[in-house]
């Protein structure tokens, strides 16, 4: 039985001025259902920073003790929510996070295995955006950039005695890029149109995330 449920986004990071998970953690928190009734949704927007994530997450997770974790990210070229289904042993040295630095190593852990399974049903996960009209890809690839560095993080907890027993990295497109041409007008309502359908179909997944066993 799920008692606590960690949900996070990003703020904003070089090449993307808004990230729209900072916005769907809020908007999700306010949006409780039946469903997840006696389940307790902590949501947390980390600043897109290698520190920020070795500050927050270690403190989330002693203070919290998650039994799920949904972490949700950009990816700035994606046009479609992609569940991902391994976090790599990497990181990128070439891009600045938003405070300007960028990671000193290139594996995250070294001596460990190059890929880490998320823990999440995903058959049952993906049914679940689908009902609710969004059709999700599967991908192999979080990137090497802080996405895929807190999924790799998440996971490592998941390890540990007491960890969570499910870890769930979604990454979503930039709802700019679900916009329609037309006036400036319409492609806003578009968008937030699309923002709606986004924040309803994630709901559904982390009402299944939470009550999967």
């Known amino acids: 039985m799920t008692r606590t449920l960690l949900l996070t986004g990003f703020g904003r990071f070089p090449g993307a001025a808004h990230n729209p998970t900072a916005d769907l953690v809020r908007d999700l928190i306010r949006r409780r259902r039946p469903a997840l009734a006696g389940v307790r949704i902590v949501g947390h927007v980390f600043e897109t920073r290698w520190d920020a994530v070795d500050r927050d997450l270690p403190a989330l997770l002693a203070r919290e003790t998650p039994d799920v974790i949904v972490l949700l990210g950009v990816a700035t070229r994606a046009d479609r929510v992609r569940l991902e289904l391994v976090a790599r042993n990497r990181n990128t040295v070439l891009f600045p996070d938003a405070g300007g630095a960028r990671s000193p190593v290139t594996s995250i852990a070294p001596g460990a295995p190059f890929l880490s399974r998320g823990r999440f049903p995903v058959a049952r996960l993906a049914a679940a955006l689908r009902q609710a009209g969004i059709a999700p890809a599967v991908s192999r ?22 960890g969570p027993r499910r870890v769930v990295f979604v990454h979503v497109p930039p709802l700019h890029r679900l916009g ?30 939470a009550r999967s066993r």
């Open 141 to 162: 690839n979080a990137g090497g950039y802080l996405c895929n560095y807190s999924y790799w993080r998440a996971l490592e907890a998941a390890d540990r005695p007491g």
């Open 180 to 209: 329609r041409g037309g006036r400036v007008a319409s492609r806003r309502r578009h968008v937030a149109r699309e923002r709606a359908r986004l924040v309803a179909a994630l709901e559904q997944l982390i009402v299944a995330a």
